[in-house]
């Protein structure tokens, strides 16, 4: 009994420390409001990529579908690359956090012709395929916080 006891209290304790983080989904930073969130993927058919998409410095993209699947330690976000906004810039989305109930990490990674001139009012998000693309948990209004 005592064994199992402790055996629980370990458990416990270990996974309380992995969501420590977790507590609050909130963002701290710079915040943006009222930004269209977009999502686009991957044209694996393409035949100008063979190896697959890649962001605007020759890395693979990173899929909001692998992150939350463990498969990626961030998600790539494309946005108005007129902002000068340095590559890798940390991004957090309340939004999506809220909906996932963990923080999802996002990086500004890319750019495209649908994002210029935009500046900060539109951004969009790497999906796995076209139908995760459709989902409207990523196609809606957000609020942007660069962290």
């Known amino acids: 009994m ?34 269209t969130l ?20 020759g890395q693979k ?6 992150y939350i699947d463990n498969r990626a330690e961030y998600v790539t976000l494309s946005m108005d690359d007129s902002l000068g906004i340095p590559y890798a810039t940390k991004v957090c989305i309340p939004e999506l956090n809220s ?8 990086e500004v990674r890319d750019s495209s012709p649908d994002t210029a001139g935009t500046g900060y009012t539109r951004a969009e998000i790497c999906a ?11 196609n809606r209004i ?3 916080v660069f962290v």
């Open 99 to 106: 909906h996932f109930g963990h923080r999802i990490l996002l």
């Open 2 to 35: 005592k064994l199992s006891l402790y055996f629980v209290l370990i458990t416990a304790s270990c996974v309380c420390g992995l969501f420590d983080n977790e507590i609050t989904l909130k963002c701290k930073g710079k915040t943006f409001r009222n930004v």
């Open 61 to 66: 993209l990173r899929t909001l579908q692998d």
């Open 38 to 57: 977009t999502a686009y993927y991957p044209d694996y058919s393409d035949q100008d990529h063979e190896f697959g998409y890649q962001d605007k410095k």
């Open 142 to 144: 957000v609020t942007l």
């Open 128 to 138: 796995r395929t076209e139908v995760d693309s459709y989902d409207r948990t990523v």
